[in-house]
Nanobody, 124 residues
Framework: VQLQASGGGLVQAGDSLRLACAAS????????MGWFRQAPGKEREFVAS???????DYADSVKGRFTISRDSAKTTMYLQMNSLKPVDTAVYYC???????????????????WGQGTQVTVSS
């Protein structure tokens, strides 16, 4: 399975962006999909996740501003980011895990596949 992230860019504080992550390969190999981000000098951190059944989880820092979704074919995931802040500036990575993996969506070690990352820069 390969993941391709897109949609990043340079925006001003308060603006919105929509990230997409497209998976190629048999979709039965994908269970939970998630977004992580990494700012310069910081560790990669959990942003949001969505299970195959549609269950979602969000980091407290983005709850109420970001919305994760997945298409009906379960192969494309989206992250709608509203009310962006400068602290949201980071490289955003999408990830996915195999079926029957332990459900621990905030733990990046539980993901088997990673996209290449897309840069999001929010200016003040």
């Amino acid at each position: 399975v390969q993941l391709q992230a897109s949609g990043g860019g340079l925006v001003q504080a308060g603006d919105s962006l929509r990230l997409a992550c497209a998976a190629s390969g048999p979709n039965f190999r994908i269970n939970v999909m998630g977004w992580f981000r990494q700012a310069p000098g910081k560790e990669r951190e959990f942003v949001a996740s969505i299970s195959r059944s549609g269950g979602t989880d969000y980091a407290d820092s983005v709850k109420g501003r970001f919305t994760i979704s997945r298409d009906s074919a379960k192969t494309t995931m989206y992250l709608q980011m509203n009310s962006l802040k400068p602290v949201d500036t980071a490289v955003y990575y999408c990830a996915a895990n195999r079926p029957f993996s332990t459900y621990d969506p905030r733990n990046r070690a539980r993901y088997d596949y990673w996209g290449q990352g897309t840069q999001v820069t929010v200016s003040s």
